[in-house]
Nanobody, 120 residues
Framework: QVQLVESGGGSVQVGGSLRLSCVASGFAYCMAWFRQAPGKEREGVAY???????TYADPVKGRFTISRDNAKKTLYLQMSSLKPEDTAMYYC?????????????????WGQGTQVTVSS
């Protein structure tokens, strides 16, 4: 069992920045951020493996950076140049398997989410 606790969400204006954090209670090879806006399906944002291999969804490439500190069991998402369409609940997810992809069904463990609101 891996428990995940996110923090760092909030309200920001267009073009602003936020840094999300997710503290895990155990190790997971693959950790990721997903988001879900009202009335929309959950979508993958980015994932990172335990050795630092990262992949991003097209809408956030060049603006978001995912990172992790394995010693602290903490996952981060640095978000910059935020847009109104980035408004969503952001979820941290973990998968203990040996591969990594941005598919929600792969992930065994989920945090409770942290809200990000971008206003113009």
């Amino acid at each position: 069992q891996v428990q995940l606790v996110e923090s760092g969400g909030g309200s920001v204006q267009v073009g602003g920045s936020l840094r999300l954090s997710c503290v895990a209670s155990g190790f997971a090879y693959c950790m990721a951020w997903f988001r879900q806006a009202p009335g929309k399906e959950r979508e993958g944002v980015a994932y990172i493996t335990s050795i630092g291999t990262a992949t991003y969804a097209d809408p956030v490439k060049g603006r978001f950076t995912i990172s992790r500190d394995n010693a602290k069991k903490t996952l981060y998402l640095q978000m910059s140049s935020l847009k109104p369409e980035d408004t969503a609940m952001y979820y941290c997810a973990a998968f203990r398997g040996s591969f990594c992809r941005l598919v929600a069904a792969d992930f065994d463990y989920w945090g409770q989410g942290t809200q990000v609101t971008v206003s113009s």
